[in-house]
């Protein structure tokens, strides 16, 4: 491909912005993988294991079905970003805790998955088939899901139990 036909783009990637020039058909997976973000997986290249799960401006997304030269403006998160000041984060803990990590192969997508499910879930706790259908973009051979349903719902009821607190807390101020 002739090199001016190459583009720049400008992207947030876990709270810090890069530039980048890419080829028209870069994939954003592959981007990341150049930056060395290996959390990002290369699983089947056609956006149906969901091992290269990114969060983008806060939706889960297949980073290998995303071209880089859309990710221009944008946030991007991967697991790598997750931790702050040296701690994983909480959807982290719960899958170590439930023993959802296994092989790890499919776990920083299905991290980032969990994220954005558990950020726009509806006022009340989700039911564990609710949970299976908002992950069922990403495959896991080793769990069989049940620990995985028992992460996410572990992360969700310590949430909830948090927003109810700070409710309550608001409600007697």
């Known amino acids: 491909m002739n090199k001016r036909e190459w583009v720049d783009i400008r992207c947030d ?13 870069m ?5 990341l993988r150049e930056e060395g973000l290996t959390s990002v997986k290369q699983g089947c290249g056609v956006g149906e294991c969901g091992a290269c799960t990114v969060l983008i401006d806060g939706v889960a997304t297949d980073s290998c079905l995303y071209l880089a030269l859309w990710a221009d403006g944008k946030q991007v998160r991967t697991v790598e970003g997750e931790c702050r ?3 994983i984060s909480k959807v982290q803990r719960a899958y170590v805790e439930a023993g959802a990590v296994q092989c790890g192969f499919c776990t920083p997508g299905l991290v980032m998955a969990t994220t954005a499910l558990l950020a726009k879930r509806p ?13 069922a973009g990403n495959l896991c051979r080793c769990t069989g899901y049940q620990m995985v ?4 719902e572990q992360c969700q009821t310590e949430q909830y139990q948090a927003e109810q607190r700070q409710s309550d807390e608001e409600q007697q101020a």
């Not at 990637?13 to 058909?25: C, R």
């Open 13 to 25: 990637i876990n709270g810090k912005w890069h530039e980048f020039t890419v080829s028209p058909a």
């Open 27 to 31: 994939s954003l997976m592959e981007l």
């Open 85 to 87: 000041n040296g701690e």
């Open 123 to 135: 006022g009340r706790p989700l039911t564990a088939q609710e949970i299976r259908r908002g992950l």
């Open 149 to 152: 349903v028992r992460a996410v």
